[in-house]
């Protein structure tokens, strides 16, 4: 089945030490997003790309940025985490991000970050 | 800016009941979209419902439907037959049907919670 999928399910860094989540897509869909998700709330985009065109959120913080280098693959950094930033990263994708077709957003299982 | 909100945190239903969830939103555009998330416990966000709002005409998906109030920015969910597996989050979403309209603007949340 033609799927959005995310490595690790669980990661664990130290406070500090820079990490890499991974999201991976079957769907070749244009469009990759990642969410930051914390406990009990609602996900807050930081930031898609559209193809190889990046769209980085307003209040995104610097400390996260994002590679895609093909249209299957999309890596989430965070350059020195913080215990703020344990949460749920979820990754999701979509065909487009406009038009009249509502281009739904297909959601991978998430990796839910530790900081210690 | 749009927002989403979700006002009820969580609601019980006993299983084969039906259960509403509500959910308000704030916009300023005439052409939109609104959906409703499903989030499980440790598993992957999925679609249960989708509606245009240049369509009148309240969306179903099986057991799930909508009462979509355009002039009253009123969407909310009706699970009919409530199944044990109905258990999780749900989230109310709005997405502009614009140019730029890529974002997804999540409620809160409500956690639903099914007894046998």
């Known amino acids: 089945d033609a799927m959005v999928i995310q490595n690790p399910r669980y990661q664990v860094t130290q406070f500090g030490k820079p990490v890499t989540l991974s999201c991976s897509q079957t769907?070749?869909?244009?469009?990759m997003y990642w969410y930051q998700q914390k406990s009990s709330q609602a996900p807050k985009l930081l930031f898609h790309?559209?193809?190889?065109?990046?769209?980085n959120e307003a209040d995104t913080p610097d400390n996260f940025q994002s590679r895609r280098p093909n249209t299957s693959f999309c890596f989430l950094d965070i350059r020195s985490p913080g215990l703020g930033d344990a949460a749920m990263y979820l990754c999701?994708?979509?065909?487009?991000?406009?038009?009249?077709?509502?281009?739904?957003?297909?959601f991978g299982p998430g990796t839910r970050l530790t900081v210690l | 800016a749009q927002t989403v909100t979700q006002s009820q945190p969580e609601m019980s239903v006993q299983e084969a009941e039906t259960v509403t969830l509500s959910c308000t939103y704030d916009t300023s555009e005439s052409d939109y979209y609104l959906f409703w998330y499903k989030q499980p416990p440790s598993r992957q966000m999925i679609l249960v419902i989708r509606q245009e709002a240049y369509k009148q005409q309240n969306a179903t998906e099986n057991r799930f439907s909508v009462n979509f109030q355009k002039a009253a920015k009123s969407f909310s969910l009706k699970i009919s037959d409530s199944q044990l597996g109905d258990a999780a989050m749900y989230f109310c979403a709005y997405r502009s049907a614009g140019e730029y309209g890529n974002k997804l603007v999540f409620g809160a949340g409500t956690i639903l919670r099914v007894k046998s």
């Open positions: 790309y559209y193809d190889k065109d990046f769209n």
């Open positions: 769907l070749n869909h244009n469009v």
């Open positions: 999701a994708t979509s065909t487009g991000t406009s038009g009249r077709m509502g281009n739904e957003q297909f």
